[in-house]
């Protein structure tokens, strides 16, 4: 299969190559490859401004909320030990050594958290473990 993807993409080339020439080739890959870089730009910088936000530890807020805690059938008590991962968003979260974001919720409410990762890589506190 792959040797069949190289004679069906190698016949083209060749031919736009005597048709066309290199110089007029490479320009138009060019063009190409500041596009696919540009709109890679525009990805990542949207990933960085619309991040899903993370549900503050209840250590932090003393509570929470009715819905999120009885949709997700959490204990309301739970603390967090670690105020190093007390962040707005996921990005910043990733960002935070020693945290993780994980997720958890049905239909349309979605919570986040961020927590701190435990030696084995698994979330060794906090709300995903419940």
Do not use: W
């Amino acid at each position: 299969a792959v040797s069949a993807v190289n004679v069906i993409s190698t016949l083209p080339g060749m031919y736009l190559i005597e048709r066309l020439g290199r110089r007029t080739l490479t320009l138009i890959s060019m063009v190409g490859i500041i596009i696919s870089l540009v709109l890679l730009a525009v990805g990542f910088h949207l990933v960085r401004t619309k991040s899903p936000d993370v549900t503050k530890p209840i250590s932090t807020l003393g509570y929470m909320d009715n819905q999120v805690s009885s949709t997700l059938g959490m204990q309301t008590n739970l603390q967090s030990s670690n105020t190093d991962c007390l962040v707005d968003t996921c990005t910043e979260c990733v960002d935070t050594e020693g945290c993780g974001f994980c997720y958890t919720g049905e239909g349309d409410l979605m919570i986040g958290f961020c927590e701190q990762i435990g030696e084995n890589s698994d979330f060794s506190l906090g709300m995903c473990n419940q």
